[in-house]
């Protein structure tokens, strides 16, 4: 798919409508392998996570639109106010919009909505280090190497590390 470029990236709030695509999304074999959470979402267990949603200022969800097209979905999570620091989640749950640029696009937002309007230090991303692409994203938006956390994830019968990134306040343009 070529991207168009009149049609721009649009971060809008979460509601219950979007659940389902929610669930399709994470379910799909193109985006479960690569989550942290591994287990398979149903209707129950996500009408479950959109109501804590609604309670918790830790989280902030977002539907990414391209154009009118509801795309994937992000966020800020583990805001932590004082600490003045956040971790950062992004699922392009449409197939045919990875690798376009988007998770780059998407990320500047959710970076420019925590340093400027959250006010955050710090925001940090964990990744499988089997997930190239998503560290590939994560180092193109300037984000750091903090960590790597030894045999966190068993995934396909072996233990597998998880990658910490971050990137600072000062280091966002």
Known sequence: MKMNQKHKIQLKNVTKLDL?????????????????????????????????????????MFMILYGKIKIGICGLIDIDYENKNAKISIIIGKKEFHEK??????????????????????????????????????EKSQFKLDATYRDVIWRE?????????????????
């Open 20 to 60: 389902r695509s929610l669930i399709e999304w994470r379910n799909s074999k193109d985006v479960y392998p690569y989550n942290t959470q591994y287990f398979l979402l149903n209707l129950k267990i996500q009408s479950e996570w959109f109501n804590r949603l609604q309670k918790d200022n830790s989280k902030k």
């Open 101 to 138: 640029g988007i998770g780059t696009m998407v990320i500047s937002h959710l970076l420019k909505y925590g340093f400027e309007k959250l006010k955050l230090h710090k925001i940090n991303s964990e990744v499988i280090e089997y997930n190239q692409k998503s560290i590939n994203l994560f």
């Open 157 to 173: 019968n072996r233990w597998w590390n998880m990658i910490s990134m971050s990137i600072f306040k000062e280091d966002f343009n």
